[in-house]
């Protein structure tokens, strides 16, 4: 079983330039959502999505932007990198949103922006 | 305004020795219960979760939370660590009302002596 599938598992952005972080699973999961996870702030999330085609803002939204074409995939974009977007992101998907469901995350993307 | 709080950032236990990791929420009402585990390069696995009904649970690898409502506490605990075990520790929350509300606290790093 695949589950969660990001990718890259690193990347160096510079100043400006844009990027897309991919994301996939196959365990036709309805909820899919990113967070980013800074030192001693645990996981913040930045945008989510209930289904293909609806997407949302989550806590910390500004500097990306997502869409959902389907049910498998859940992109995230960074429009125009800054070093504060330095982190390490994570993509999760459950079955159904709302509180009441484990979440299942994928590896991560550790990004640096210089 | 909900929240989760870790107390301790980092935990150092001798191998053998039990283990007990707190964490205190923030919500008007009972939320829905979560510890993940993140294992150094990896993304978060769930351990254990709570919902209702009996107010210790248990997990994988051995761990157990209980609830205490009159606290706003799910502590995780475990009677013998292993060195495996070392790794971050993540209480979260879900809310009942809204898609969007899975709190994640700020972590606990568990180091183990061997």
């Known amino acids: 079983n695949a589950g969660v599938t990001q990718t890259p598992k690193f990347q160096v952005l510079k100043t400006g330039q844009s990027m897309t972080l991919q994301c996939a699973q196959d365990m036709n999961h309805e909820y899919m959502s990113w967070y980013r996870q800074d030192p001693g702030m645990g996981l913040r999330l930045i945008h989510y999505?209930?289904?293909?085609?609806?997407?949302d803002q989550g806590e910390v939204p500004n500097g990306y932007n997502v869409s959902r074409s389907t049910t498998e995939d859940f992109p995230l974009r960074l429009l125009s990198a800054a070093p504060s977007q330095t982190s390490v992101y994570f993509c999760?998907?459950?079955?159904?949103?709302?509180?009441?469901?484990?979440?299942?995350f994928g590896q991560g993307t550790r990004l640096t922006v210089v | 305004a909900q929240s989760v709080t870790q107390p301790d950032i980092h935990i150092t236990v001798s191998e053998g020795a039990s283990l007990e990791l707190r964490c205190n929420y923030s919500?008007?009402?009972?939320?829905?219960l979560f510890w993940y585990v993140q294992s150094p390069g990896q993304g978060l696995q769930l351990l254990l979760k709570?919902?209702?009904?009996?107010?210790l649970v248990q997990g994988i690898k051995g761990f157990e939370a209980e609830f205490k409502r009159s606290q706003s506490s799910f502590n995780l605990r475990k009677p013998s660590v292993h060195w495996s075990d070392a790794a971050e520790y993540f209480c979260a929350v879900g809310l009942k009302t809204s898609y969007d509300k899975v709190i994640f606290g700020p972590g606990t790093s568990l180091s183990v002596i061997p």
């Open positions: 919500y008007g009402a009972t939320p829905y």
């Open positions: 709570y919902f209702s009904g009996d107010t």
């Open positions: 999760a998907s459950s079955l159904i949103g709302g509180g009441n469901t484990e979440a299942f």
């Open positions: 999505s209930v289904g293909a085609g609806i997407t």
